[in-house]
């Protein structure tokens, strides 16, 4: 016999809202409060205002009325450093940085706001650099190879000397990971050089270059003409010519001085300066082209000096640096140095074992003396030319990294039967133009060069990826300084 079961209960609907057992207050809305990030070091705006007295006090000197009144000159000395001190000061109190969970942002301007977003995935290599009078007070700045970026965009000053190591220890761990920062950390700190180029010959390498040797003879002409002819005009044009033997001797000596190149985990790693200490990576899978330079009288002692095109080094002018300037790897080397370096960067080729073809016999007609020295190469990993005989420049361009292939012709290449060749990189030093070449010649270049490109960007694979995925969107009326390259082969 069976137990009578109690009647079925209706049941609610799916979309019928469950009734709580007791009233609840309402809940007051959190405050979001939205953090403003840090500032730097609050002795930033001197560091970065004592140049605006430096130059105030150079043009008072060769003032010759406010020499003669010292007050008024001090007067407008104390003025010049207050306000430029007052200037960094605003600035300094209008920058804030702060990390997010994916990137590290810096707010700056006071009139113009800008807001910088360099994501962890962009970012290839994080050095610690100490300008002179940064040194003297114990700072450092941050400078961040960011993918796709121009040099100042990565960079971020001032920090205490640990707290930029600290930062960027943070930021090693964000981007790379645990074990990759690890191992960063370890390689650049343990990193033994692979060569050192000594002051003497920084110094003699320079005195010898066409730049100094020209503006050292006509400034000693000029003196001899002075005291001679008592022409004294020639002193005023003295000046330039004086800057043109000072300016290298200070840059090549005082800036390469303790120039050391060593070898890391992230790649070649350069160190150099006097007073301004600068460290520079080459990462692998992200060097572009090569020059080398061989001025005359560096050629017959068998010195040349190496430049790189890097991706995301050379995209904006920096101040006080060359529009084209790329990563320095040797100021000055001895050819076995440099061939031992590019053996480094190249693994696989050697530029001795490459035959070059010369331009044709009739192009003496436009180049009298150097069309002998126009050549260019082929291996299976780059393109080689070479042009000029008082300073002899080799362009390397990497055939996975070549951006376009393009043909040109003058008129009077034209009548006899020439064109230039020209295979386009990023914008650095590297010029690679095969000069006067046989028109039908050429025009199979262009095409092979394009085949050869177009094969190696399918088959090389990069060492070191450069990520080009987009980043994300920025606030309003900001620019964001690790914008994806446009072109995914010059990221390679």
């Known amino acids: 016999m069976t137990e009578p079961t109690a009647p079925p209960q209706a049941s609610q609907p799916p979309h019928a809202p469950q009734q709580p057992d007791a009233p609840q207050a309402p809940q007051t809305p959190q405050p979001v409060i939205e953090k403003t990030g840090d500032r730097l070091h609050p002795l930033t705006p001197f560091v970065k205002g004592w140049g605006y007295f430096v130059v105030a006090a150079v043009a008072m000197a060769n003032n010759e009325s406010l020499r003669s009144n010292l007050k008024i000159a001090g007067i407008g000395l104390l003025a010049v450093l207050v306000g430029g ?109 692979l060569l050192v180029v000594p002051t003497g010959r920084l110094l003699g390498a320079t005195l010898l270059s066409s730049t100094v040797l020209a503006s050292a003879a006509a400034l000693i002409w000029l003196i001899v003409t002075t005291m001679v002819f008592e022409f004294h005009v020639g002193l005023f044009a003295g000046l330039p010519l004086l800057l043109g033997v000072v300016q290298p001797i200070w840059k090549q000596v005082v800036g390469n001085h303790g120039f050391t190149l060593s070898e890391t985990h992230d790649g070649l790693r350069t160190k150099r300066g006097l007073f301004d200490v600068q460290r520079q990576t080459v990462p692998p899978g992200r060097v572009q082209g090569l020059l080398i330079t061989e001025p005359l009288i560096w050629r017959l002692i068998g010195w040349s000096r190496v430049d790189l095109d890097i991706a995301g080094v050379a995209g904006s002018k920096a101040d006080g640096e060359e529009e084209h300037e790329g990563a320095q790897l040797l100021p000055v080397g001895q050819r076995g140095e440099v061939a031992a370096v590019l053996r480094r960067v190249l693994p696989g080729t050697e530029l001795a074992a490459i035959e070059m073809h010369r331009a044709p016999e009739r192009v003496k007609w436009l180049r009298p003396i150097g069309w002998r020295y126009l050549s ?58 095969a000069l006067h070449r046989e028109l039908g010649e050429a025009a199979q270049l262009v095409e092979a060069q394009a085949d050869r490109a177009r094969e190696a960007r399918r088959t090389t694979s990069s060492p070191a990826p450069v990520h080009t995925q987009p980043n994300a969107p920025s606030p309003d009326e900001s620019s964001s300084s690790a914008a994806s390259p446009a072109d995914d082969s010059s990221a390679r």
């Open 85 to 193: 001190i007052l200037l960094g000061a605003l600035s300094w109190w209008f920058t804030k940085w702060q990390l997010t969970d994916d990137a590290i942002r810096v707010d700056s301007g006071f009139l113009f706001r800008r807001t910088r977003i360099i994501r962890f995935d962009r970012i290839q290599t994080i050095d610690v650099a100490q300008p002179f009078v940064a040194r003297l007070f114990g700072m450092a700045e941050l400078r961040m190879d960011v993918a796709g970026g121009g040099k100042n965009d990565g960079k971020l000053s001032y920090f205490s000397e640990a707290d930029a190591t600290k930062l960027r220890g943070t930021l090693l761990l964000r981007a790379k990971g645990e074990v990759a920062a690890a191992q960063q950390e370890l390689h650049h700190e343990e990193a033994p050089p």
């Open 376 to 433: 260019y190469g082929v291996d299976g990993q780059v393109l080689v030319t070479t042009r000029g005989w008082v300073s002899r420049r080799t362009s390397i361009v990497l055939h996975h990294k070549t951006q376009s292939v393009r043909l040109q012709q003058g008129p009077l290449q034209r009548r006899l039967g020439l064109a230039n060749v020209h295979v386009d990189t990023p914008q650095g030093p590297t010029d690679a133009v």
